[in-house]
C-alpha cells in the first residue's frame, strides 16, 4: 500500500467560510484578522491495483485553470481518470469541493469513473443544513452524473477498506481505516484533522459536538498506537501523517 499527499494550499477562512489563499512566505496573518488558518490536503492510496482518494479538497484551479488535485496525481505518478474510489467523510467544501471541477462556467466530474462513498444522513444533512459550508450545487450535479454509493452506520466497503460512523464533527462524520498485507492507514478526516489535536486534549467550536471529537481523537490515538496505524492528517500543519505512539498517557507522533 502506498499513500501520496496531495497538498492543495495553505488558507485563511473567516466568518464568511471564504478559503483565501495564504502564503506564510509573503502574507501576513494580521492582515487576517479573526481567522483560522488551514492546510488542506486530500490523500491518494494505492491499494492493490486500485486508486482510492479519500476527500477531495477545495477545487481549485491554477492561473492556467489546471486544477491543483488533478495536477498532483499526475505529480504522483497517476492518472486522474483511474480513480477507482472516491472515500468522503463529510460533505464541507474544503472536503468536497474537488469532487467537481469548474471550467469556466461549467461543472463536470473530476473523476468520471469513480465511485463516490458518502454517508447517507451526510448527504440528506448536505440539502438541508442551513450551513454554508455545504454547497449544494455540487451535490445535485452529482446525483444527475456520479456514481454514487450511501453507506449507513459502520461497516466494510469492500475485504480492505472499513468505515466508522463518528459524527461529533458533523452528524453524520465518518472515518476510514484501509489494510493491506498488514499495513493499516487510518483516515480521521476533521475528527482527527492534524497532529496537534491529538496531543492535547482540544475542544472545537467549529464541531457538531466538540466533546465527543475530542474523546474520539484520544480513544483512535489509542488504537492507532496499539494497532500501528499511519494516520493521516488533512489539515496538518507540523506534518501530513505519523504513527502514534503512547507512553505514560502522553500520545507522540513518529
Not at 502506498?2 to 495564504?22: M, Q, R
Not at 463516490?116 to 445535485?140: L, M, N
Not at 493499516?184 to 459536538?209: H, M, N, Q, S, T
Amino acid at each position: 500500500m502506498e499513500v501520496f499527499t496531495l497538498f492543495e494550499g495553505s488558507y485563511s477562512v473567516a466568518a464568511d467560510k471564504k478559503f483565501i489563499p495564504f502564503d506564510p512566505k509573503k502574507d501576513n496573518p494580521k492582515d487576517r484578522p479573526a481567522s483560522l488558518f488551514i492546510h488542506v490536503q486530500p490523500f491518494l492510496v494505492k491499494l492493490d491495483e486500485r486508486l482510492v482518494l479519500i476527500d477531495t479538497g477545495l477545487g481549485y484551479s491554477d492561473d492556467s485553470g489546471v486544477m491543483l488535485l488533478h495536477e498532483n496525481i499526475r505529480k504522483a505518478g497517476f492518472s486522474p481518470d483511474d480513480v477507482d474510489l472516491v472515500l468522503m467523510s463529510h460533505l464541507h467544501f474544503d472536503h468536497s469541493g474537488g469532487m467537481v471541477h469548474w471550467r469556466g462556467e461549467e461543472m463536470e466530474l473530476s473523476f468520471p469513473h469513480a465511485t463516490y462513498v458518502i454517508q447517507q444522513g451526510e448527504w440528506e444533512s448536505a440539502f438541508t443544513s442551513p450551513s454554508s459550508s455545504y454547497k449544494t450545487e455540487i451535490f445535485e450535479f452529482l446525483q444527475r452524473n456520479a456514481q454514487l454509493k450511501f453507506v449507513e452506520g459502520s461497516g466494510r466497503l469492500t475485504d480492505k477498506i472499513s468505515y466508522e460512523l463518528t459524527g461529533a464533527h458533523t452528524p453524520y462524520h465518518q472515518v476510514f481505516l484501509l489494510e493491506e498485507a498488514g499495513d493499516k492507514v487510518f483516515f480521521g478526516g476533521d475528527v482527527l484533522p492534524e497532529p496537534e489535536e491529538l496531543l492535547r486534549k482540544f475542544i472545537a467550536k467549529y464541531d457538531f459536538d466538540g466533546r465527543k471529537a475530542m474523546e474520539l481523537r484520544e480513544a483512535f490515538g489509542t488504537r492507532a498506537a496499539s494497532e500501528h496505524w499511519n494516520c493521516l492528517f488533512y489539515h496538518g500543519k507540523s506534518r501530513t501523517t505519523g504513527f502514534v505512539s503512547l507512553q505514560d498517557g502522553q500520545f507522540s507522533i513518529r
